[in-house]
């Protein structure tokens, strides 16, 4: 016998779930198109010097790590940032534009908390797994594709 379901409105997003969605994603769009922009200027700016170094890129992921530090800063001074707004700019926007933010946010609370093996293994973790991820995801490729 099935057990009975939770009712079709529970399982529905709430008011402000949705409300949350619509934030990350309108921040996420955002984000995202500022990348894109951002990311074609420093190419054509940097390419006579950069030989194939992805340094727009690596422009693009120190720019949202400075702009994360600064919002959570900001925050954790006390300036009114609205939960709404920090998860706009932090999850959203910069969530966009690069990912790495969370990634640098996330070590630095792990070495702020004295957690030095943690943080250690989290960003050698991230490093290591993530290249072998798009490694293995690269090679599977080369078998669907057949």
């Not at 921040?27 to 950069?50: F, K, N, S, Y």
């Not at 925050?75 to 998860?87: E, F, K, Q, V």
């Amino acid at each position: 016998m099935v057990k009975s379901m939770r009712p079709l409105a529970a399982m529905m997003p709430t008011e402000s779930s949705m409300r949350h969605l619509l934030l990350v994603g309108l921040g996420g769009a955002l984000g995202a198109m500022a990348r894109h922009a951002l990311g074609a200027w420093l190419q054509r700016l940097t390419a006579p010097v950069a030989s194939g170094f992805p340094v727009s890129i690596l422009l693009i992921n120190v720019l949202g790590c400075l702009a994360a530090g600064a919002i959570v800063g900001l925050a954790m001074r006390g300036t009114a940032i609205s939960a709404d707004t920090r998860l706009f700019l932090l999850v959203g926007v910069l969530g966009g534009f690069t990912t790495f933010s969370a990634f640098g946010l996330e070590l630095v609370a792990l070495l702020r908390r004295g957690e030095t093996a943690a943080a250690g293994l989290y960003a050698g973790g991230s490093v290591v797994l993530g290249v072998a991820a798009v490694l293995i995801g690269w090679r599977l490729t080369a078998v669907w594709a057949t």
